[in-house]
């Protein structure tokens, strides 16, 4: 059975620091087009960014410079580091798996995480 669980998120300062993991089983992560999503209690959900099957990266403005995307497909895991962590990113942080690489909608990504929930205080 195909599951992806994050992990890592918690309460940091403004300006610190975190890692999320999002551990995939059940599925060969070196065939998937990977995605992480923010959300706030009563607004859309957003897209944070994407890591494609050969490394390739892509993030949305408002992260760029600050978040990194990573994955080790050995250790089935796909990492979110997020840097000069700003009150505005308080959110809950979902992982997705894809299996298209021309991917540019939600409705795309086929396995979904539970989500694991980041707050930064100021």
């Known amino acids: 059975q195909e599951q992806l669980l994050e992990s890592g998120g918690g309460l940091v300062q403004a300006g610190g620091s975190l890692r999320l993991s999002c551990e995939v089983s059940?599925?060969?992560?070196?065939?998937?087009?990977m995605a992480w999503f923010r959300q706030v209690p009563g607004k859309i959900r957003e897209f944070v960014g994407i890591i494609w099957s050969g490394g390739n990266t892509y993030y949305v403005d408002s992260v760029k410079g600050r978040f990194t995307i990573s994955r080790d497909n050995a250790k089935s895991t796909v990492y979110l580091q997020m840097n000069n962590l700003k009150p505005e990113d308080t959110a809950v942080y979902s992982c997705?798996?894809?299996?298209?690489?021309?991917?540019?909608?939600?409705?795309?990504?086929?396995?979904w995480g539970q989500g694991t929930q980041v707050t930064v205080s100021s």
């Open positions: 059940g599925l060969d992560l070196s065939h998937y087009t």
């Open positions: 997705a798996a894809a299996s298209a690489a021309n991917v540019y909608l939600q409705s795309q990504y086929l396995y």
